[in-house]
């Protein structure tokens, strides 16, 4: 990995994803924001189409976010928002979306994902599913509109991963849960270090093409993601009381706060030209060691270039399998 200067910038883990962008004029900028309709991801459409963007939310079940597009019908909005289908979990329905996207992209953000699924799923291309929902979906868009984006003259793709990440790298021998035991966290981190990973490969591929990726971590939100952590997990969280109401501790933050490093590494004059970083609460992240015991900043292991090429190269011949 080259050294260079950590990228700080002047918010905070309390900006507002529409702070970020005071100021900032998106108009005639082309956007998807995978998972657009619910959690992070609506504040995030909210900000970029706020700020004159033309925002695709895209999303398994389109109708989920007629209100978003409602919101930002007509000429009383700066931006516009527009909703189409897209199951990540489907390699098939990324096709259809690839295909049916025409023109230039300048933002693709990679937001949508599941977590902790209790028991060993599969997609329908028999990958693991919460790697394939919160990785592989995203490598095939990001490839499939590789020309979309390099037509942009300057475009960035965003990967929303996890500070999960940090204990669990890409186990390349068993990336699938096939031999070991599966464990749904285990599974999740993987699949967020898999996203880092893929933020640095596509920053050592494609800059002559003028794209850009970095990773983040949104922090601890109250959104559906949690659907499938038990209490007492959410409860050692201290996001949970002993009767089973949510309670929101003092860590945590806002969707709106939530977003916003997302929109930070989407769309701030302050990351032009910037790729293949990591950021927490609006600030570019150390590189650490990995581990159990880690709990700040980016693991080694996911920002390592060789292990991006072993991970790309690995993607590409699962997809020509299919």
Do not use: C
């Not at 993601?225 to 209490?231: A, H, I, K, S």
């Not at 581990?291 to 699962?318: I, N, R, S």
């Amino acid at each position: 990995m080259t050294a260079h200067t950590r990228l700080t910038t002047p918010f905070t883990a309390r900006t507002t994803a529409a702070e970020i962008l005071d100021g900032v004029d998106l108009t005639g900028r082309r956007m998807i924001v995978t998972g657009g309709a619910s959690g992070i991801g609506v504040e995030t459409v909210r900000a970029l189409a706020g700020a004159g963007a033309e925002v695709t939310v895209a999303v398994r079940d389109p109708s989920r976010a007629a209100g978003l597009v409602e919101e930002f019908a007509g000429d009383a909005t700066p931006g516009s928002v527009r909703s189409a289908a897209l199951d990540l979990a489907d390699l098939a329905s990324v096709d259809a979306f690839v295909a049916a996207w025409d023109g230039p992209l300048d933002v693709l953000v990679a937001n949508a994902g599941i977590m902790a699924l209790p028991t060993r799923q599969l997609s329908a291309q028999g990958w693991e599913l919460q790697l394939a929902t919160n990785y592989l979906g995203h490598f095939a868009l990001a490839v499939g509109l590789h020309d979309n984006l390099r037509a942009a003259g300057a475009a960035r793709v965003v990967l929303v991963s996890s500070g999960a990440h940090l204990s669990a790298p890409f186990d390349a021998e068993d990336p699938q849960f096939e031999r070991r035991p599966y464990d749904p966290w285990q599974a999740y981190g993987q699949a967020k270090t898999a996203e880092v990973l893929l933020a640095v490969g596509i920053s050592r591929r494609w800059a002559a093409d003028g794209i850009t990726a970095n990773a983040l971590n949104p922090g601890y939100i109250h959104t559906n993601l949690q659907r499938y952590v038990d209490e007492d997990t959410m409860r050692a969280l201290g996001a949970m009381d002993e009767a089973g109401n949510l309670v929101v501790p003092d860590y945590y933050k806002t969707p709106a706060q939530g977003a916003a490093t997302t929109v930070l590494l989407a769309a701030s004059p302050l990351l032009d030209g910037i790729g293949g970083r990591y950021f927490v609460d609006n600030q570019e992240m150390p590189v650490v060691p990995g581990g159990p015991d880690a709990t700040d900043g980016v693991a080694d292991h996911a920002m390592d270039p060789a292990a991006a090429d072993q991970l790309w190269a690995y993607t590409e011949k699962m997809m020509a399998a299919r």
